[in-house]
C-alpha cells in the first residue's frame, strides 16, 4: 500500500514489479493477490497491471468478528521470451502492455 500524497509517480507499480519477481525467482510463474472487493480502484489498476480476476470471497471472517469481501486475482509472470525476473530498467524489444 503506498500514500499517494507522498511518494513519486510509478511507488506502486514498483512495488507490485519487485513482489512479482520475487515470487518468480524460486521458478513460480503465477502470483496471487487478495483484493477488497469494496476498492474498485485497487481491482482496476491491478487489472490495468495485467491481472485478472479468479475468484471471489464473499463474508469472509476477520480479526474482532467482522468480515470482508475478497476479489482473488492473478498474473503469469513469463511474457514470452522475457521474464519478469530481468531487473528493473533493464530495456528488451518486446514489452508487456502493463509498462
Known sequence: MVD???VPPGTGRRLLR???RRVAG???IQPRL???AS???LTSY???TGYRVFGHKADKP???GTTMNFAFLEKSVRYGARDIRQP???TAQTRPACE
Open 34 to 36: 487478495d483484493c477488497l
Open 39 to 41: 476498492n474498485p480502484r
Open 88 to 90: 528493473v530498467g533493464r
Open 18 to 20: 519487485a513482489a512479482e
Open 4 to 6: 499517494h500524497g507522498t
Open 62 to 64: 476477520q480479526q474482532g
Open 26 to 28: 524460486p521458478g513460480r
Open 46 to 48: 491491478c487489472l490495468d
